[in-house]
């Protein structure tokens, strides 16, 4: 248990469907991540938040767009997915950008 | 570009064998650099890391790592390893531009 939680544990979901991914650290963190592990990829940064901003923005698709409403909560809002979208979802925090990440432990997301 | 290149992808070995894993990494400014694992079935957690001082670097469960600067490099000892061990190591760089970067991970199989 690192202190990050994120629900749901697994999620199906068709092409068509919206869905939202969530993450909550009461670690008194200030950046917040999100990554995404493929079975033949390396470990993919998404998006970086710090002080409820985000900084990071790796070219990823318009069809994924987080939200961080506070410092302790994320959130990844998912709409017209493709099959190639289906992987884990991990989420993670550190008390500033360079520090020690801590992850949760993951959304296990499928595609139909 | 910032990278890092873990040159095994996948390591076999039996218990009580030595391990060094390898990671090399390509930026030229300060760097904090980091192993993380991800146990079966677990989060990822870190293993060590090394912002600055001495370099070489311990962390849980017997793990060492030593940074080279004139080599870019930060591989991953221990010297002899357990069944427990088996899981998945990646290394990252945290530059101090705030760029982090994963390497692609090694998965280590120890034979009981």
């Known amino acids: 248990e690192t202190g990050v939680t994120q629900t749901p544990r697994h999620l199906v979901m068709g092409m068509t469907n919206k869905k939202s991914l969530k993450c909550e650290q009461h670690?008194?963190?200030?950046?917040m991540y999100w990554y995404k592990q493929s079975a033949k990829k390396p470990l993919e940064l998404m998006f970086v938040?710090?002080?409820?901003?985000?900084?990071e923005n790796n070219s990823v698709p318009s069809r994924f767009s987080p939200e961080c409403p506070n410092s302790s909560h994320l959130f990844l809002h998912l709409h017209t997915l493709q099959p190639e979208d289906s992987a884990l979802y991990l989420c993670?925090?550190?008390?500033?950008?360079?520090?020690?990440?801590?992850f949760g432990p993951g959304t296990r997301l499928t595609v139909l | 570009a910032q990278s890092v290149s873990q040159h095994n992808h996948h390591v076999i070995l039996s218990e009580a064998a030595s391990l060094e894993l390898g990671c090399n990494y390509s930026?030229?400014?300060?760097?904090?650099l980091f192993w993380y694992v991800q146990y079966p079935g677990q989060h990822l957690q870190l293993l060590l890391k090394?912002?600055?001082?001495?370099?070489l670097v311990k962390g849980i469960k017997g793990f060492e790592a030593e940074f080279i600067k004139s080599k870019f490099s930060f591989n991953l000892r221990k010297p002899s390893v357990q069944w427990s061990d088996t899981a998945e190591y990646f290394c990252?760089?945290?530059?101090?531009?705030?760029?982090?970067?994963f390497g692609k991970g090694t998965r280590l199989h120890i034979l009981p």
């Open positions: 670690l008194g963190h200030n950046a």
């Open positions: 090394y912002f600055s001082g001495d370099p």
């Open positions: 938040y710090s002080l409820e901003e985000r900084v």
């Open positions: 993670a925090s550190s008390h500033h950008r360079a520090d020690t990440q801590y």
């Open positions: 930026y030229g400014g300060t760097v904090n």
């Open positions: 990252a760089v945290n530059s101090r531009d705030d760029k982090i970067i």
